[in-house]
């Protein structure tokens, strides 16, 4: 599992600081090595991408000028991350907090048919 590289999409706007970061916390907390996170804001007026930039040097910060919505915030972040070659892709909600075996669930699913191409996982509350 080691050498797969999975890329992480996170649309954001208007989302709390604290909240986005429990979200990242719960990625890294995965531990998986070849984790590339893009965080797409559509919120030129605040900087809360911009403080996590700095806050985790991993992640890929897209900062739009305006609002062109969740759907074509995700598709700019999975252009990016087929850009980059990646084997997988998340999106995910930023208020969402992942179990910390999420990667070593879902991605034995993949293995048991070829014709598998995306998988979703249960979605509990906190």
């Known amino acids: ?9 996170i649309a954001i706007y208007g989302i709390e600081k604290n909240t986005l970061i429990n979200c990242l916390e719960s990625l890294f907390r995965n531990n998986f090595p070849n984790l590339l996170i893009v965080l797409v804001d559509d919120n030129p007026d605040d ?9 985790y040097k991993k992640i890929i910060n897209i900062k739009n000028k305006r ?13 990016y991350l087929l850009q980059e070659k990646v084997d997988y892709i998340l999106l ?4 969402t907090v992942v179990s910390p075996t ?8 993949f293995a048991i ?3 598998i191409i995306s998988v979703g996982p249960i979605i509990t509350y906190l």
């Open 67 to 79: 609002n062109i919505g969740y759907v074509r915030d995700n598709d700019q972040g999975i252009k």
């Open 47 to 55: 900087n809360v991408s911009i403080a996590i930039e700095k806050k």
């Open 92 to 95: 995910l909600n930023p208020d």
């Open 1 to 9: 599992m080691a050498q797969l590289k999975i890329g992480v999409v």
């Open 102 to 109: 999420l990667f070593k669930e879902i991605l034995p699913l």
């Open 113 to 115: 048919n070829e014709k």
